[in-house]
């Protein structure tokens, strides 16, 4: 199976070690972003991956187009155009201190400011199975928001799976009646999806469906009205301060949960989007629901002890750690 990926690439820094903004003068500089994260990681699986996005005509453009080839991510669907990249300042946590993300110019970066127009979504689909469309593009801008409902439309015409994660951000969506909104563009783009990722708040806060009975039932609810083949997530859980994690996966006829597992965290960022790469690796197999979930979880479990966002994970490496619980040494 073919993947390719619609998202903006941004430009992490961050402060070496665990230090403040206010302690260096010194950043570490990283191209991410969901679409690269995922993409990164299957193409670390073995898969043939592809990133959709605009980066800027200039110099940056093309050291973030290095950046993503070198991870094993093909490039030749990449768009020139503009002068500004997304960027943003992660801060790592550390003990009680949260990790902490500051944003700057999404709106107006090469991405940002690009609608439907500047891709070559045909090409896109005749050499991908797989697309996937990252939440946020519906979040950032008219022009984004087009060209995320454009690719589903099409993507869906030529018979193409789509996953589609929420990924919403209430930081980029404080304007007045801006919920309201954002449910219409979700609305819109999810009776073409067959994954999502997302949870039960962003059902019950964003699509505000009503909580009637179960968690289960509600997600039954949503999966079946739109005809969603798998959806997935995972909850987070802290027991004596000790922080812990465990996926969960649906269809329409079942459900898994994975292993609760302990985290150690070295950089938490990324990590949801180990999570996502694991699933579509299953769903690409052809795994159970409950080999998908668990090679997903630990995936995830993973990507905490990767400093930076993109996962750099391997299936043999997630699969020692599964059948060897404790292994702190392979030769």
């Excluded at 430009?11 to 010194?26: A, F, G, K, V």
């Excluded at 159970?288 to 668990?294: D, I, Q, R």
Aim: proline letters at 3%; glycine letters at 6%; charged letters at 20%.
């Amino acid at each position: 199976m073919k993947f390719a990926a619609f998202g903006e690439v941004m430009l992490r820094l961050s402060p070496p070690e665990y230090l403040l903004l206010d302690q260096t003068n010194e950043l570490r500089m990283d191209y991410t972003g969901t679409g690269v994260n995922i993409t990164a990681n299957l193409a670390q699986f073995g898969y043939e991956t592809s990133l959709v996005t605009v980066l800027p005509d200039n110099r940056l453009g093309q050291v973030a187009k290095s950046a993503i080839a070198k991870y094993g991510i093909k490039t030749d669907l990449l768009s020139f155009a503009h002068q500004h990249i997304g960027s943003y300042f992660a801060e790592n946590g550390y003990g009680a201190r949260p990790t902490q993300v500051t944003y700057q110019n999404r709106h107006h970066s090469s991405f940002g400011v690009s609608n439907h127009e500047a891709y070559d979504f045909e090409k896109v689909l005749a050499e991908n199975d797989l697309i996937q469309i990252c939440g946020i593009s519906l979040s950032l801008t008219d022009e984004t928001r087009d060209a995320a409902h454009t690719l589903a439309k099409k993507a869906a015409d030529a018979g193409k799976k789509i996953c589609f994660d929420f990924n919403f951000r209430p930081s980029l969506n404080t304007e007045p009646n801006k919920v309201a909104f954002m449910k219409e563009q979700y609305e819109e783009i999810l009776p073409y999806c067959d994954i999502v990722f997302g949870s039960v708040r962003d059902l019950t806060d964003l699509l505000q469906m009503e909580m009637t009975g179960t968690a289960d039932e509600l997600i039954l609810q949503f999966m079946e009205k739109y005809q969603i083949d798998w959806f997935a997530g995972t909850k987070r859980f802290s027991e004596k301060s000790q922080k812990q994690q465990q996926g969960f996966l649906y269809s329409r006829e079942t459900q898994a949960v994975s292993t609760k597992h302990e985290l150690t965290i070295l950089d938490r960022i990324g990590a949801g989007d180990a999570y996502a790469a694991g699933v579509l690796t299953g769903y690409a197999e052809n795994w159970s629901l409950e080999e998908t979930v668990e090679f997903a979880a630990m995936n995830a479990v993973l990507a905490h002890t990767i400093h930076g966002d993109v996962p750099l994970t391997t299936k043999e490496q997630v699969f020692i750690v599964l059948e060897n619980p404790g292994i702190d040494l392979i030769r």
